[in-house]
């Protein structure tokens, strides 16, 4: 069974870096799918913010490109997502998901976690 | 990199089929067969219902199914249950590899 669950700050002050991590287990990231993140914020629909591929091939939502990295660490069968120079408009639900290889269909996704851009 | 469009409220009362659209264009769902929907209930993470067009993943039932005609996709629930009250949301492959999203629609059970 595979299960992601996302881990970090629940709160970050503006301009500062919301990190977060996905914890993947049941399942190998290096195993032939991309690994993605996606963010919801209140009462709105979803965003997709990018997908990584274990190798470190990454795509970026064009709007969100300038200030977001996305890595994997394969030892730890993790992927993480930063995103610089955060505003208010960064606070949303945030999850992470594992994403088809071809398809970039979202086929197991993790609980979310909230992250509010608040001083 | 513009959202689909889809109708932001659809309803029916039990027993019902409803249909909710989603519609890019040809650099998204025109462009590909690579639409998913996801259905999302309240405080809870999207689960995926129908991938490539047409499939459905094993579990989902068979009252929901997807279809395409050009830059729009189209979700169905047949024989409407009150389990089906959720937000859905479409998401579509596009040009240049990204992913995009629909507005989401938010179905009623009378």
């Known amino acids: 069974q595979v299960q992601l669950q996302e881990s970090g700050p629940g709160l970050v002050k503006p301009s500062e870096t919301l990190s977060l991590t996905c914890t993947v287990s049941?399942?190998?990231?290096?195993?032939?799918?991309?690994w993605g993140w996606i963010r919801q914020p209140p009462g709105k629909g979803l965003e997709w913010i990018g997908n990584?591929?274990?190798?470190?091939?990454?795509y970026y939502n064009p709007s969100l490109k300038s200030r977001v990295t996305i890595s994997a660490d394969t030892s730890k069968n993790q992927f993480s997502l930063k995103l610089i120079s955060v505003t208010a408009a960064d606070t949303a639900v945030y999850y992470c998901a594992r994403v088809g290889f071809v398809e970039w269909s979202l086929d197991y996704w993790g609980q979310g976690t909230l992250v509010t851009a608040s001083s | 990199q513009s959202a689909l469009t889809q109708p932001a409220s659809v309803s029916g009362s039990p027993g019902q089929s409803i249909n909710i659209s989603c519609t890019g264009t040809n650099s998204d769902v025109g462009g590909y067969n690579y639409v998913s929907w996801y259905q999302q209930h309240p405080g809870k993470a999207p689960k995926i219902i129908i991938y490539d067009v047409t499939y459905r993943p094993s579990g989902v039932s068979n009252r929901f199914s997807g279809s395409k005609s050009a830059n729009t996709a189209s979700l169905t629930i047949s024989g409407l249950q009150a389990e089906d009250e959720a937000d859905y949301y479409c998401s579509s492959y596009a040009y240049t590899s990204t992913l995009v999203f629909g507005t989401g629609t938010k179905v009623t059970v009378l």
């Open positions: 049941g399942y190998s990231i290096s195993s032939g799918y991309y």
């Open positions: 990584i591929y274990y190798s470190g091939t990454t």
